[in-house]
């Protein structure tokens, strides 16, 4: 079994930081892209940022320059720095990774179970 376990969300002043962490263990061969999404009340989820294994990475428009994308292969982490928060950037975060769990089998999208961000202005 794979779990994704995600830490660091909270509430914060407009302005303010914070910093996502979202570790992956269990029965793990291999991950490949690993990537932030986030689900505000009403709104669909949407990707935030993502970053390959080689550690190339992309971002929402409404982020850039905001948030910076990290990760650590051998800790099978990934990490999001989010800077400057404003009050729309207030959803819940989810983290997702394509994981393979032996060299057999196809690779398969892995999700956390969400934390809560909160923005206040």
């Known amino acids: 079994q794979v779990q994704l376990v995600e830490s660091g969300g909270g509430l914060v002043q407009a302005g303010g930081s914070l910093r996502l962490s979202c570790a992956a263990s269990?029965?793990?061969?291999?991950?490949?892209?690993m990537g932030w999404y986030r689900q505000a009340p009403g709104k669909q989820r949407q990707l935030v940022a993502s970053?390959?294994?080689?550690?190339?990475?992309n971002y929402a428009d409404s982020v850039k320059g905001r948030f910076t994308i990290s990760r650590d292969n051998a800790q099978n982490t990934v990490y999001l720095q989010m800077n400057s928060l404003k009050p729309e950037d207030t959803a819940v975060y989810y983290c997702?990774?394509?994981?393979?769990?032996?060299?057999?089998?196809?690779?398969?999208?892995?999700w956390g179970q969400g934390t809560q961000v909160t923005v206040s202005s």
């Open positions: 997702n990774a394509g994981i393979r769990t032996t060299l057999y089998v196809p690779m398969i999208d892995y």
């Open positions: 970053i390959t294994r080689g550690g190339s990475t």
């Open positions: 269990g029965s793990i061969f291999s991950i490949n892209a």
